[in-house]
């Protein structure tokens, strides 16, 4: 893999590791941020979505439809459906 790629995945996995972290913050303590938390739980795995995409050169428009995205990575990889179906409840 060459480094612009490499750099351009490792992106999109730190971004999703940071929304998982402020999901995990908000939800916790005695006044939670529910609302916010779930928010960037939809973030981290579109993030997560699109450097899987990327490391397997797929191409995609801008979005931020979950379903879309599922759609194109289980295309580049058929045995990830069902991690992916997991994460179509997250759908805003």
Wanted: glycine share 4%.
């Amino acid at each position: 893999m060459d480094e612009g790629k490499k750099e351009l995945v490792r992106n999109w996995l730190i971004k999703a590791q940071h929304d998982n972290a402020s999901a995990k913050k908000l939800s916790e303590g005695d006044n939670p941020y529910l609302d916010t938390a779930i928010y960037h739980c939809q973030q981290a795995a579109e993030k997560a979505i699109k450097g899987f995409l990327v490391f397997h050169d797929q191409r995609f428009e801008k979005t931020h439809d979950l379903q879309v995205l599922i759609n194109l990575a289980t295309s580049a990889d058929p045995s990830v459906s069902a991690l992916l179906e997991l994460v179509s409840h997250l759908e805003l």
